[in-house]
């Protein structure tokens, strides 16, 4: 594996040309977004799109978003583009927000698992629009990390979580929102949230001028489910989660410790006496979202047995934090 630190607000031109070899021939790169690092590959070659499920032991159900540079290329993956697409796109792009459309038809299966949907975003990072450009194609990337494990906001964390399973690394620094992108299904009757991310519900719908819609229950129950990334147990640490009150974390945390276990602590405004490593986020949403994943690797590099993490807000704008410490903390 190959790593080289990049700009990530004006991209070393010769990099990007070699990470662009990369794609071109096949292989894998892990290149920053403003969300995740993804695990990019050309979108188009069946083959290459193949090297990432077995890169991430990923099941070959649970389908990748493609990346784009510009609406067009967008447009260029996908049947229709109606006037919701246009609404979310205008609003929202580049940015962390993916569009699910039905598929065309030279857009390989193995990316949208057998779907007639596919999942299409233009990132905001300039690292990702550079390396897309440079490809001169579409690029598959789903969060740079073994199936079920914490998504990497940082090149370290792709290279502990992947090694030698991807061929470059493209360091570009952490990444600024921290939680991966909202999901939001424009293929059907009505516009579907399939999965909340940092953008709120409000803000959408207002661009949308409509109400989104909850995924069908009776699909949540199935594994080819409407969209995989809800899948009950994901972002998960290795250590066992507890979630708890923030007035009961100190209890959590001696509870655990008595237990003889090794106890993390990912807080707000609580206190964790005697936990080995605590971890204290923003108590604003966007800065929880940045920094959460960060936190549960560190959980994991100390080697804890257990992290207790104070139960984060319950208002709208926590949505998507909530979603993700909800799976991480799933049994
Ligand atoms: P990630 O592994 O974080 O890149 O997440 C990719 C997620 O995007 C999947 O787990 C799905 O939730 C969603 N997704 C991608 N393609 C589709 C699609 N065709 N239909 C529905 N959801 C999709
Ligand atoms: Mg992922």
């Given amino acids: 594996m190959i790593r080289h630190a990049v700009d990530a607000v004006r991209p070393d031109a010769a990099v990007i040309a070699a990470a662009a070899a990369v794609i071109q021939r096949g292989g894998l790169v892990a290149f920053p977004t403003e969300t ?24 070959s159900y649970n389908p990748i978003i493609a990346h784009v540079a510009t609406v067009e290329q967008a447009q260029s993956l996908v049947t229709r583009w109606p006037p919701w697409a246009v609404a979310l796109a205008t609003a929202f792009w580049p940015g962390p927000l993916s569009l699910v459309l039905p598929r065309a038809s030279h857009v390989p299966l193995a990316l949208t698992a057998g779907r007639d949907t596919v999942a299409v975003r233009m990132p905001a990072h300039p690292v990702a629009l550079a390396l897309i450009e440079g490809a001169g194609c579409p690029i598959a990337a789903p969060s740079a990390n073994r199936f079920t494990e914490i998504s990497p906001t940082t090149a370290d964390h792709v290279a502990h979580g992947l090694g030698n399973r991807v061929d470059m690394i493209l360091d570009g620094g952490p990444t600024q929102v921290g939680i991966e992108s909202t999901v939001v299904d424009v293929s059907g009757d009505a516009p579907v949230l399939l999965r909340p991310g940092t953008l709120s519900r409000a803000t959408l719908e207002r661009a949308l001028g409509t109400t989104l ?11 080819a489910r409407q969209s995989p990334g809800m899948i009950e147990r994901h972002y998960a640490p290795h250590a066992r989660v507890v979630l708890v009150e923030p007035g009961s974390v100190p209890a959590a945390v001696a509870k655990e410790s008595a237990a003889g276990h090794r106890v993390g602590a990912i807080v707000i405004v609580a206190s964790a006496p005697g936990a080995v490593a605590v971890h204290r986020l923003p108590a604003d949403a966007l800065g929880y979202a940045r920094r959460l ?35 991480a903390a799933h049994p």
Avoid: M, Q
Avoid at 40 to 56: M, P, Q, T
Avoid at 307 to 321: A, F, M, Q
């Fill in 36 to 59: 995740v690092y993804g695990l990019g590959a050309n979108a188009l070659s069946e083959r290459a799109v193949l090297g990432i499920f077995a890169a991430k032991g990923r099941p």
């Fill in 213 to 223: 819609r909850d995924p069908a229950p009776a699909a949540e129950a199935t594994e």
């Fill in 293 to 327: 994943y960060a936190a549960l690797h560190a959980v994991d590099d100390a080697a804890c047995d257990v992290v207790c993490i104070e139960r984060p807000p319950d208002s709208l704008e926590w949505v998507g934090v909530n979603d993700r410490v909800r799976r």
